[in-house]
Structure formats: structure tokens, C-alpha cells
């Protein structure tokens, strides 16, 4: 028996209409031995009744049946009895009385709820145990739709925009430079391995090189990183690159994507240009450098207040090359022990050694620093920062980027307790784009002592500052940007180095890669430019974290169909596992185990 319609089409036009359904049982109610089942598809639902008066057999067969059981239905489509009809429904003002059956397969009984409500509930490993039950709720359903959605949208943009779909190997080579990798021996050249890609980023400008000029590919990336919500160790992203472009035909390319797949899965029209923000005024203002604009609470600098001030560890900080940040988190005097105690543990955890505050309640400033604070410096603090009666100061006193990331943490926590009181509403579509543009091209790591890549060594410098890349790396800005939106970087790119020399430079001269590790691991692309390398600049979007922001969620666990758990592991499949000996030997390879600190 197959379907003549979904479980969501029938209406009131089809009154008499003989009728299959298939799908899977959502409920079964019975009133007074008349079965009604409501039969699911991925559509939705259409209610089915088995009268025994009419078909007594049929009836006793249908009883049989459980919840998540597979079946078939026929049947004539009815009006269901006066004040009986489901508005909410399409199918709502139909049932169908059916007049055969056919039971697929008898389900057992869920470990959960199938319910949107009912599977919230339920903790996420059992959820995962169980993926093909999860997947069956609406809410997974409409997620996997959504994401179709979005992925259909990308190719037919950038198809409309002369680009082509180009896929290129995830067996690479490995290049340590960049995030941990993962390592797959080689069974035919024993000793030796592949590396599975981190992002097709070295193919794509080869492929510039090779004159394909527009490409793009939805690309599965690799890397073996600690996992979060909106981080899988397999995860795809939205890959593009072109030539003959500068970052102005980045942004307005960009752009048009994000109205189509806005516009195609929400049927939301978002304004362009966006915004844009250099990478310093973000993180002065926001303490991070993707900021959420959804809310105000902006950071401000204060270390001219404080360069001469009797508090000791604020003027130190100054006179120290530090400097001395606050903000005003409006409304929250009335917060408790234990939630200031957690923030000052955050701030710890980002290497304060402490959390200063000011609570201002009934007239007065509350706080342990208060006393060490001038008349000017308290006439200053209240002006720059509005201080008025209910309103709670926070203070980060540390190096530039320290104090900034510290008081950015605090702030979109700050922004959570506002919310939890309703003195905030942040809604999850108030769509906040922005460019994050002009950041360092490189930083100096203290501990390597030696400058690494901000975003990778394969970015532009700004043209105006490629004079300083050899003598003062940490001021040249380079030509890369990253898209932000509520918070979440959605994705990055850059105008890429064409020329040979350049790209050598930047390799041996500010990077220090020795000689022979360049040429090992990138010698084939330097030849590469050496035929003819167009200018050429691309991006590469989050495709899971686009549609997890689409869905309204905050974990990208949602919105991909067989996720990993935090600890990297597949529930269902029940992976990782041992592999055995003999499979271990073709590879060449042997397990040691790990020294645990009890083994010494």
C-alpha cells in the first residue's frame, strides 16, 4: 500500500475521497471501542478512525497496535462530528474511517517522550543514545528542514552569482601550525600519515591559480578541539573564494548571501550594508571582538581618571602600561552573594585577581574601593558612566586585551541576570549583523617567542602598512573580517597574499618557519604562485552555527543530525572503539597507553 497524500493535505475539498496514508502512530485514543489513531508523517498528522460497527476485524487489528508503530493506512475521507474539529491542524476538519491496514512493524516503548516539551526534559546523552527517536520530534524535524533550506539557498546564490560547486580532499597533509589535527596512517606508505582537513583553505587558492575564478563548496572540515555547544570536531562550513575581488566585493557579496538564505528560510528582509567595526574599537567597547549589539553595557576606559589615584592597584596598573576599564550594569544593585561570588569565579578564571565593584543603592556607593576613591574620581566615574540609585559597576584592571576580555565576559553574563529579573529583553531574532574588520596581522606569543598569524599566514597585509611587516609585525592590520551576529562569529575571511615574495616573507622572515619545514609543507603552493596567481580573497561561513541562530538555539548539536557529545563521542554508534591488532599492524602503527599522573 503506498500514500496517495501526506499526513498534512487532506481538508475539507477531499470529503469522499478514497485515500492511503502512511507514517507512524503519534497517539491512539479510544472512545467507547472506537479507535482513533493520529498517523504522523514528516508533514504532520491526519486522524484516523477504526469503527468496529463498520469493520469490526479491522478494528480488533488496529487495537493491536502501539505508539511509533509503522502502518498503512486506506480509507474515505469524513467531516469530522460537530465541535469535535482541531483548529490546530491543517488537517483539522477530516478524519479518515478507514477500511484497511497494514502494520509495517510494531514499535517498543520509547525511552522518551516524543514531544517537543517531553523530549526537552529529557538529558541530551539519552537524546543522542537514541538519535533516530529524537530526530522524529517536530522541533528536529523543522530543524533538519531549516538546514535544507539554508544549504539550498547558499548553491543557488552563489550559482546566480557565476560561482562553481568545486569539492577538493579531506585526506591532507599535516600542517601543525594551525588547531590540532586529526592523523590517519597510511596503510601503503608504512610510517607516515594524512591529516584530515582542517578547511580546504590551501586547495581553494590553488584553485584561484588554476583559473577557476568563482568557487565555492559546502566543505566537512576536521579538528580536534575541546567541544562546547557551538563546537563539533566535525563540523561543515560554507567555503568560498574569488579572484579579481577587493574586501568592498567581499562585503556586498556576502551580504546578498545572508539576504537569500534570510529571506528563503524566514522570510525576513535584512537591511544592508551591515555595520561595520574595526577590530579595537570592538573590543574596547564590547571586551571581545564578536560582539553581541543586541544591548548596550559598553565598556569604558577610565585609566585617565585613575593614572594618579590613591587606590594603589589602579595607578600601579596605569603607570604599568595597564589600564583601568569599567561598566555600568543599569539595574543590577540587587544582585545576590552567590551570583557575585560566580562572576568574580569567571573573572578569576580569566586571570583577574579579583572582580572590583561598586553597588549603588538607597544614595549610597557600596563597595570594598569606594574609600580609596577622591572626590574628582567619584565625580568622574559618575559622569562617564551614568551611575545612578540600583545600578552595579564592575572594574577590570589589567593589561589592555586581559581587562578587556575579562569585562566582555562579565558583561554577557551581566546581560543573563538583567534578563532572569526582566529588566532586559534580548530576543534570539533581533538579527544584529556586523563586520568585524582591520585586525593585527600578527601577535606576539611570549611563550614561542616569535609572532604567529592572527587569523592565517596566508592573509594580505593592509597595502598601506606592508612596509612595517618585517620591522613592526604587531602594526601591520591585515585584509581579513569576520561576520558577527548576536555574539557568534558566523565566519571569516580575508584578502590572500598573491605574490611569491610576499608569501616568503611572511613565512621566513616574520613567521621564522625554518627554510626546509616552508618548503615541506608549503613548497607546492609557493610554485603555484610562481605561474600566475591572480589577487584573490574569499570566506568560510559556519554553516551548523548559521542554522543553529536560524533555529533559535544556542548549541549546534541541534541543528546537525549525528552530533558528538562534549567528550567527543558518538552514543548511538558507540564510537570510538578499539580496533584489533591485526588492524593496527597493516597500518604500521602500535597503541600506547597513556601515563596517567598516578603511574608517575
Not at 378 to 402: C, H, N, R, S, Y
Request: aromatic share 8%; net charge negative.
Amino acid at each position: 500500500m503506498t500514500n496517495t497524500h501526506h499526513c498534512a493535505q487532506l481538508t475539507a475539498a477531499d470529503l469522499g475521497a478514497t485515500v492511503s496514508l502512511v507514517g507512524w502512530v503519534d497517539s491512539i485514543r479510544d472512545h467507547g471501542g472506537i479507535l482513533f489513531i493520529d498517523l504522523r508523517d514528516r508533514k504532520g498528522i491526519t486522524q484516523v478512525k477504526f469503527d468496529p460497527q463498520d469493520h469490526a476485524e479491522l478494528a480488533a487489528q488496529a487495537a493491536t497496535v502501539k505508539p511509533e508503530s509503522v502502518i498503512a493506512i486506506s480509507g474515505v475521507v469524513v467531516a469530522r462530528p460537530e465541535g469535535t474539529t482541531n483548529v490546530s491542524l491543517p488537517t483539522g476538519a477530516i478524519e479518515v474511517a478507514a477500511t484497511a491496514l497494514v502494520i509495517h512493524n510494531i514499535s517498543d516503548t520509547p525511552p522518551f517522550p516524543l514531544t517537543d516539551a517531553g523530549g526537552d526534559k529529557v538529558n541530551e546523552d539519552l537524546r543522542l543514545t537514541y538519535r533516530y527517536l529524537d530526530l522524529r520530534r517536530p522541533k528536529m524535524r523543522h530543524n533538519l528542514q531549516v538546514r535544507h533550506k539554508a544549504t539550498k539557498a547558499i548553491r543557488d546564490y552563489f550559482d546566480s552569482q557565476e560561482f562553481i560547486e568545486v569539492e577538493t580532499p579531506a585526506l591532507f597533509k599535516s600542517t601543525p601550525e594551525g588547531a590540532r589535527e586529526y592523523l590517519v596512517p597510511s596503510r601503503i606508505h608504512a610510517g607516515q600519515f594524512y591529516a584530515l582537513s582542517q578547511s580546504p583553505q590551501q586547495f581553494k587558492q590553488i584553485l584561484m591559480v588554476a583559473g577557476v575564478e568563482r568557487y565555492f563548496q559546502i566543505a566537512r572540515c576536521f579538528r580536534d578541539e575541546d567541544l562546547r555547544a557551538d563546537r563539533q570536531m566535525e563540523f561543515t562550513q560554507v567555503d568560498v573564494e574569488a579572484s579579481f575581488i577587493d574586501r568592498e566585493d567581499v562585503y556586498r557579496l556576502f551580504e546578498g548571501m545572508v539576504k537569500r538564505i534570510w529571506s528563503t528560510v524566514l522570510g525576513v528582509d535584512i537591511p544592508a550594508p551591515f555595520l561595520r567595526m574595526p577590530f579595537h574599537e570592538a573590543m574596547n567597547r564590547f571586551g571581545v571582538d564578536k560582539p553581541d549589539m543586541r544591548f548596550g553595557l559598553e565598556l569604558t576606559d577610565l585609566s585617565e581618571v585613575f593614572k594618579n589615584s590613591a587606590f594603589k592597584v589602579f595607578q600601579a596598573t596605569v603607570a604599568g602600561g595597564g589600564v583601568i576599564k569599567a561598566f555600568n550594569a543599569k539595574g543590577l544593585a540587587d544582585l545576590t552573594q552567590g551570583e557575585l561570588k560566580a562572576l568574580e569565579d569567571i573573572a578569576k578564571s580569566l586571570g583577574a585577581k579579583g572582580l572590583a565593584f561598586i553597588k549603588s543603592e538607597s544614595g549610597e556607593w557600596k563597595s570594598p574601593i569606594v574609600k580609596f576613591f577622591s572626590e574628582a574620581e567619584k565625580a568622574a566615574l559618575t559622569a562617564q558612566l551614568g551611575i545612578e540609585d540600583g545600578d552595579m559597576v564592575f572594574f577590570a584592571a589589567a593589561p589592555w586585551e586581559k581587562a578587556c576580555a575579562i569585562l566582555g565576559r562579565i558583561r554577557l553574563e551581566a546581560a543573563q541576570l538583567l534578563v532572569k529579573r526582566g529588566k532586559m529583553t534580548i530576543r534570539h531574532d533581533d538579527w544584529k549583523f556586523l563586520w568585524v574588520v582591520e585586525f593585527p596581522l600578527m601577535t606576539y606569543d611570549e611563550e614561542a617567542k616569535r609572532y604567529l598569524a592572527t587569523h592565517h599566514p596566508f592573509t594580505a597585509p593592509v597595502p598601506e602598512d606592508l612596509h612595517l611587516l618585517t620591522t613592526a609585525p604587531d602594526k601591520v592590520r591585515g585584509q581579513h573580517y569576520d561576520l558577527v551576529l548576536n555574539g557568534m562569529e558566523l565566519g571569516g575571511g580575508s584578502i590572500r597574499i598573491h605574490q611569491p615574495a610576499v608569501q616568503e616573507m611572511v613565512f621566513k622572515d616574520v613567521l621564522k618557519i625554518p627554510t626546509d619545514v616552508v618548503e615541506s609543507r608549503f613548497g607546492y603552493m609557493l610554485k603555484a604562485f610562481t605561474y600566475g596567481a591572480p589577487p584573490h580573497g574569499g570566506i568560510a561561513f559556519g554553516l551548523d552555527r548559521m542554522c543553529a541562530l536560524l533555529c533559535g538555539t544556542t548549541s549546534i548539536r541541534d541543528v546537525i543530525a549525528f552530533p558528538k557529545t562534549q567528550k567527543g563521542q558518538d552514543l548511538m554508534a558507540q564510537s570510538p572503539t578499539p580496533v584489533t591488532d591485526k588492524q593496527l599492524k597493516e597500518l604500521h602503527i602500535a597503541v600506547v597507553a597513556p601515563v596517567t599522573p598516578e603511574a608517575g
